[in-house]
């Protein structure tokens, strides 16, 4: 199992950037995905997920109407899209992934990407 994320960088407040993690080694459209972010000192936090055709999403309320999670099954790739960056957002974005239930919480899933950083300055 391995996912692979991407599209990290520097941005000015304001700016948009979109991350993508592609999935390889299992049954992509079998499970639910997840983006979480770290910023430093801080505990890893949920930002968003989506369920396994996409019919479902979930936003973190810090990043609801900014940010937006998507999915395409056909390229085994989840993609974040975030507008409105904010100071605020600087950290490491990970995805994850889990055949579980639906959920917010970083140990409800089982297979995590290497990171992206992500730095909005102001």
């Known amino acids: 199992v391995q996912l692979q994320a991407s599209g990290g960088g520097l941005v000015q407040a304001g700016g948009s950037l979109s991350l993508s993690c592609v999935a390889s080694?299992?049954?992509?459209?079998?499970?639910?995905m997840g983006w979480f972010r770290q910023a430093p000192g801080a505990e890893r936090e949920f930002v968003a997920a989506?369920?396994?055709?996409?019919?479902?999403?979930h936003y973190a309320d810090s990043v609801k109407g900014r940010f937006t999670i998507s999915r395409d099954n056909a390229k085994n790739t989840v993609t974040l899209q975030m507008n409105s960056l904010k100071p605020e957002d600087t950290a490491v974005y990970y995805c994850?992934?889990?055949?579980?239930?639906?959920?917010?919480?970083?140990?409800?899933?089982?297979?995590w990407g290497q990171g992206t950083l992500v730095t909005v300055s102001s």
């Open positions: 989506i369920n396994w055709n996409g019919g479902s999403t």
């Open positions: 080694g299992f049954t992509f459209n079998q499970y639910v």
């Open positions: 994850a992934g889990t055949t579980g239930p639906y959920n917010t919480q970083t140990d409800g899933y089982d297979n």
